[in-house]
């Protein structure tokens, strides 16, 4: 289970940090990614980060401004959004995959239940 949190309004320029909480002992071994979706536009992929944080990836359009990382002790991922633009602004959701990658399945993946984050102009 994820516990997506974090979210809130915010000023253009300014700063957020998401974090997701996972229940479970297995939760290291799973990829963890960040998805948004904007008010009325398709769901869109954020940054996505390995295990044990080793590896990350980020899209085109937040790469210099976000950062995903975890702590594994915690079992939490984090999303520092900095320099956040009106169009970073949409619900932002986790998921965690053994197999998914840039892609999560909400058939097959777990999910949080999203945080909403709005960035004014």
């Known amino acids: 289970q994820l516990q997506a949190s974090g979210g809130g309004l915010v000023q253009a320029g300014g700063s957020l940090r998401l974090s997701c909480a996972a229940s479970?002992?297995?939760?290291?071994?799973?990829?963890v990614g960040w998805i948004r979706q904007a008010p009325g536009k398709e769901r869109e992929f954020v940054a996505v980060?390995?295990?044990?944080?080793?590896?990350?990836y980020h899209t085109d359009s937040v790469k210099g401004r976000f950062i995903i990382s975890r702590d594994n002790s915690k079992n939490t991922v984090y999303l520092q959004m900095n320099s956040l633009k009106p169009e970073d602004t949409g619900t932002y959701y986790c998921?965690?995959?053994?197999?998914?990658?840039?892609?999560?399945?909400?058939?097959?993946?777990?999910w949080g239940q999203g945080t909403l984050v709005t960035v004014s102009s």
């Open positions: 980060i390995s295990p044990y944080g080793s590896m990350t």
């Open positions: 479970g002992r297995t939760f290291k071994t799973y990829n």
């Open positions: 998921a965690a995959s053994t197999t998914g990658w840039r892609t999560f399945s909400r058939e097959s993946d777990y």
